[in-house]
């Protein structure tokens, strides 16, 4: 999914996307059901006191296990 | 004021560094060329110093209608129902730091009047004030485009810029 698609479907500007991407804006609890409903994800998921790993470094872990 | 075209309704949008340019070329030119025009009248080379503070005083107004026309200048003047949250923080944000820095401005200009009245009254020392039609024409516009590009000014030097972003 795009961030264009995912700005539409939240209702917010495809830069306020990236904001969120690099962790520079946190989301109103609002926009975060909004996103979580999309991806059909629990809200907790959006949410993180330490950084969340860089999703390659994910992929590769999942990939090795 | 936000000057929307038939062909960008959300305005230019500029890259980082040519929003900081225009920014800085706004409030360094205009003060510099009004100054230049103020000693043009007291110097030999005259004619020439009026040419060239009248050409920055130009150039100046051609950075505030480039800066009418963006999209940081959209995000300071649209109605807040067509921002989003993001949009609508930032301009909060940038709008009370341009409040503060107005605010200030004003009040460091007032200290300025005042001391200048009581050196002038007590010590017989004369600083300058504004005293023709032209410096007070200088002075209001310059306040004009600095009260209508302030919040601009402050989005354009966020630490992130959202023109950045523009992968999709």
Redesign the interface.
């Given at each position: 999914m795009s961030r264009k698609e995912l700005a539409e479907a939240v209702g917010v500007n495809p830069q306020t996307i990236g904001y969120l991407e690099r962790g520079d804006y946190a989301p109103s609890v609002e926009l975060a059901l909004k996103i979580a409903a999309v991806f059909s994800a629990p809200v907790e998921a959006l949410f993180s006191l330490e950084p969340f790993p860089p999703l390659a470094r994910t992929l590769t872990k999942q990939g090795d296990s | 004021m936000f000057v929307r075209s038939a062909k960008r309704p959300f305005g230019r949008s500029l890259s980082p560094a040519t929003a900081r340019g225009l920014v800085i070329a706004l409030y360094a030119l205009y003060p510099i060329g009004c100054v230049l025009q103020l000693i043009a009248d007291e110097t030999a080379t005259g004619d020439a110093l009026r040419i060239a503070g009248l050409s920055l005083v130009v150039a100046a107004f051609a950075a505030f209608a480039v800066l009418a026309g963006s999209s940081l200048q959209r995000q300071t003047q649209e109605p807040e129902a067509v921002?989003?949250?993001?949009?609508l923080?930032d301009r909060n944000r940038a709008a009370y730091q341009a409040h503060s820095v107005f605010a200030g401005i004003v009040l460091l200009s007032l200290i300025y009047l005042m001391l200048r009245q009581d050196l002038s009254d007590n010590r017989n020392l004369d600083l300058w004030t504004p005293a023709t039609g032209d410096h007070w024409n200088a002075i209001f516009w310059g306040a004009v485009m600095l009260a209508m590009t302030l919040p601009a000014a402050f989005l354009a030097f966020r630490?992130?810029h959202?023109?950045e972003?523009?992968?999709?």
């Open positions: - | 921002l989003d949250e993001r949009e923080a630490k992130s959202p023109d972003d523009m992968e999709e």
